[in-house]
């Protein structure tokens, strides 16, 4: 017999299966097609966990940053995804976002709603060690994708080497070595016309 608690949880987790839906400006692979969060949340997971030796901080809880990377984007189901380099639309993202959380974490029990929006709020301020290196893969994996796909979206939206450094310094922060790696690919994508100084 369902409890009201289930019926809570089975329905926040049908409404989250539309993140299947919100595609990103990153192409997959191949660069046949776009990722969509569903793709990019998992990968950032399975990221998190394969890379954890590289984080900054030695003691990091990587369950934490797991789960964080699980649920990072899951407000884009109401606020839609905002490309990074844009301006004009990340003016009211995070209004848009903040709004779209309380709906969302709020279909789940109290305190399994409060315990997401509190992952979602602690890796938006990127302040702990956690939420540090969960942006950190947040940032490199699209890099990566990008370089895959021969500079995939920056030469579509026509984005220079400082664009892709300003944003993805971050990387610094929660992993430096991987920040080291990312510099050498920047630097390998100007060298094959991926990306332009």
């Not at 097609?33 to 399975?46: F, G, I, K, T, V």
């Not at 602690?122 to 990566?144: G, N, V």
């Not at 664009?163 to 070595?177: C, L, S, Y």
């Amino acid at each position: 017999m369902s409890t009201e608690r289930l019926k809570k949880q089975i329905e926040f987790i049908l409404e989250v299966d539309k993140i299947k839906n919100i595609f990103r400006m990153t192409k997959i692979h191949d660069g046949s097609r776009r990722e969509n969060d569903a793709e990019h949340s998992w990968h950032l997971a399975l990221m998190a966990f394969l890379l954890s030796e590289y984080s900054k901080e030695d003691d990091i809880d990587i369950l934490k940053v797991m789960k964080m990377c699980l649920v990072h984007d899951i407000v884009e189901i109401d606020a839609g995804d905002t490309f990074c380099y844009d301006a004009v639309g990340n003016m009211d993202k995070l209004e848009r976002e903040q709004k779209a959380a309380k709906r969302i974490f709020g279909l789940l029990p109290e305190d399994q709603g409060k315990e997401l929006m509190e992952l979602w709020e602690e890796f938006d301020a990127m302040e702990t060690p956690e939420a540090k290196y969960a942006a950190s893969m947040d940032r490199l994996q699209p890099m990566l994708l990008n370089f895959l796909n021969k500079g995939g979206t920056w030469p579509e939206h026509h984005i220079v080497r400082k664009q892709v450094e300003q944003r993805n310094h971050h990387i610094n922060d929660g992993a430096p070595k991987l920040w080291e790696f990312a510099t050498e690919m920047l630097d390998k994508s100007v060298e094959e016309g991926y990306l332009t100084e």
